[in-house]
């Protein structure tokens, strides 16, 4: 069975402070492919990565990057230098190819950047 | 600014009445989905339609009817709905399974719905 786990319910941080958001998941299926959604107060999920299981290179985008560790099922986001607007629901997610089109998402991660 | 449009914004509807949530997508994606979403909760998977065919339904009771008239438009109708089911019902597109491999899904902005 797949599941995604992410521990933190809750994280606050003061504005400009480092946070990374913990993502563990479980497959015994080699091909998959995780993800990180952010949902502002607004409602709207924004899709932020995808990786594929046979990509563990990290990721830079500006002030976001992801660790991706098969070692250790997980695949983490840091935010460098929060911000008061990076304040959301952060969710991980996985799914698994050829099976069907289901993405199976965390539970997520609450963040509350305070100014 | 997202690609996928739904409306309603807000609806409160009462539990006799019928009512429709439409969803659009102009990014030529294949796939669509409905999902409902509770306070604290992620959201949780209702239908799926791959090339304007249903392929997935998670179970829902049928006071939810979906449609997919076109490939660019979804819709979800509501029919003797009960007050549990107040949430937010959020509409995806991706470009499916045929695009070699997982596409991610776009989610619109969703409807928030009440049932009084």
């Known amino acids: 069975a797949q599941k995604v786990t992410q521990a933190q319910t809750e994280i606050s941080v003061v504005e400009k402070e480092d946070v990374t958001l913990d993502c563990v998941y479980e497959t015994r299926d080699t091909t998959y492919y995780l993800f990180w959604y952010k949902q502002p107060p607004s409602g709207e999920l924004v899709f932020l990565i995808r990786r594929n299981s046979f990509d563990e290179q990290n990721e830079i985008s500006g002030r976001y990057s992801w660790n991706f560790q098969k070692s250790t099922s997980s695949f983490n986001f840091t935010i460098t230098a929060s911000q008061v607007v990076d304040s959301a629901v952060y969710f991980c997610?996985?799914?698994?190819?050829?099976?069907?089109?289901?993405?199976?998402f965390g539970k997520g991660t609450r963040l509350h950047i305070l100014p | 600014d997202t690609e996928v449009t739904q409306t309603p914004k807000h609806l409160v509807m009462g539990m006799t009445n019928k009512k429709s949530l439409k969803c659009e997508q102009h990014?030529?994606?294949?796939?669509m989905y409905w999902y409902k979403q509770k306070a604290k909760k992620p959201p949780e998977l209702m239908f799926v339609?791959?090339?304007?065919?249903?392929?997935i339904n998670e179970s829902v009771p049928s006071r939810f009817s979906p449609e997919c008239p076109n490939s660019s438009l979804l819709n979800l109708h509501l029919h003797a709905l009960q007050p549990e089911d107040s949430a937010l019902y959020l509409c995806a597109s991706s470009q499916g399974r045929l695009a070699g491999g997982q596409s991610a899904q776009y989610f619109g902005p969703g409807t928030r719905l009440l049932v009084l």
């Open positions: 990014m030529g994606h294949r796939a």
């Open positions: 997610a996985l799914s698994i190819p050829n099976r069907d089109d289901k993405i199976i």
């Open positions: 339609y791959s090339y304007e065919k249903l392929s």
